[in-house]
Structure formats: structure tokens, C-alpha cells
């Protein structure tokens, strides 16, 4: 069946610090969607990646798909503490199954 | 347009109790789904829906069941509360399968 893996679970940076998160498949993935969960907030859309080899940017978001389109990416650089939140990357092939998440904590 | 109203925001129930969670959207939306949210363990699907008249399971619906009855609603039932339902609920809607996702604000429960 489908499933995600997203690493890290967690990650910590310093104001200014740039961040990565990675999400992974065992299989050939049709396209991907990225979600940013802020504290105590609703899931809310960010990207959506369809082609192989894919990238896009949103502002200081980059976003990238594998050329296998078995993995994919999420840069955040120079972070700000704006950023705090989880993010997710979803499945899209069949149902949206959702990664773990990347919980991103930002410290001023 | 008010967007995927939920309710209730928070619901406290006793092990066997029996309730209803309320989606409802006013984005014209085929597409409804609802996921629950535990720590670690990110989202996870629970039913789903194409249109009226349509549902089907997602990762996790065992002790659920759904209806969708017009295209504006879509009823999360649990018949028989248990503890290991205690999680934040998600009710989402899109125009499309393939679409994005569009949440409701969530509801907490807890089963004691």
C-alpha cells in the first residue's frame, strides 16, 4: 500500500539557519502535495508536485521532486521564527496518505 | 464563504458513548475526506468521499462509519466510543480527487 517516509522528525535551528525536510517512497509516486501545520492549527496547502524532476519556489521555499519521483524535498532557507510549524508531504497516487511530518521548532 | 466547518471543537465521551462529528462545506466540493491526528504519527486517512452517494475507507476505518448524503456533508460516526479513538479529527474537501485539501479548524476528542 502507500506509504511516506518523512525525515527528520524533528529539527531545531537558529534564526537565520536553513532547513530541510525529506520524504520518501518505496514506489513511484503520480505527484506529491506539501502541507505546513502551524501550533495548534489546521493542515494548510503549499505545493503540489506533478513532473519528474520537478522544482518550485515559493519565497524562501523550495521545493523539489526526484527524477524517480521517489522522493522529494522541502527547503526552507534562512529560517524565521514565521516558520515554525510541521511539515508534511502527501501521497497523492491513490488516496492522500500523509507523511509523519517534520516538526520544525525556530529559536530567535 | 465560510470554507469546512466542523463540530463540535472539543467532545468528551465515556468508552462505549456514541457520537457524530459534522463536516460540512459550502465550496461546492465532490471530494470530502476526514483523517485523525496522533502525536508521531502524522495523519492519517479514516473514509473518504467522490461525490453524493459515495464513500469509501481510507487507512484506519475500523469502529467508523460515514455517509454522504448531499454534496455539502459529510458525518464522521463513531458507534461505540473506545479510548484509542481519543485523537484530533480533520474533516477536509476539494474540488477534485487529485485536488488540494481545504481543513475544517479539527475536534478534539477524548474518550474516557
Known amino acids: 500500500g502507500q506509504q511516506v517516509m518523512q525525515i527528520p522528525q524533528y529539527q531545531h535551528v537558529q534564526e537565520g539557519e536553513d532547513f530541510t525536510t525529506y520524504c520518501n517512497s518505496s514506489?513511484?509516486?503520480?505527484?506529491i502535495q506539501w502541507y505546513k501545520q502551524r501550533p495548534g492549527g489546521h493542515p494548510v496547502f503549499l505545493i503540489q508536485?506533478?513532473?519528474?524532476?520537478e522544482v518550485k519556489k515559493q519565497k524562501r521555499l523550495t521545493f523539489q521532486f526526484g527524477e524517480a519521483k521517489k522522493n522529494s524535498s522541502l527547503h526552507i532557507t534562512a529560517t524565521q521564527t514565521t516558520d515554525v510549524g510541521t511539515y508534511f508531504c502527501?501521497?497523492?497516487?491513490?488516496?492522500?496518505?500523509f507523511g509523519t511530518g517534520t516538526r520544525l521548532q525556530v529559536f530567535p | 464563504n465560510a470554507g469546512v466547518t466542523q463540530t463540535p471543537k472539543f467532545q468528551v465521551l465515556k468508552t462505549g458513548q456514541s457520537m457524530t462529528l459534522q463536516c460540512a462545506q459550502d465550496?461546492?466540493?465532490?471530494?470530502m475526506s476526514w483523517y485523525r491526528q496522533d502525536p508521531g504519527m502524522g495523519l492519517r486517512l479514516i473514509h473518504y468521499?467522490?461525490?453524493?452517494?459515495?464513500?469509501d475507507q481510507g487507512e484506519v476505518p475500523n469502529g467508523y462509519n460515514v455517509s454522504r448524503s448531499t454534496t455539502e456533508d459529510f458525518p464522521l460516526r463513531l458507534l461505540s466510543a473506545a479510548p484509542s479513538q481519543t485523537s484530533v479529527y480533520f474533516c477536509?474537501?476539494?474540488?477534485?480527487?487529485?485536488?488540494?485539501?481545504?481543513f475544517g479548524s479539527g475536534t478534539q476528542l477524548s474518550v474516557l
Open positions: 502527501a501521497d497523492n497516487t491513490d488516496k492522500l496518505i
Open positions: 465550496m461546492n466540493h465532490e471530494y
Open positions: 514506489t513511484t509516486l503520480s505527484n
Open positions: 508536485l506533478v513532473k519528474s524532476g
Open positions: 468521499s467522490v461525490g453524493a452517494g459515495i464513500t
Open positions: 477536509a474537501s476539494s474540488p477534485l480527487r487529485e485536488g488540494k485539501l481545504f
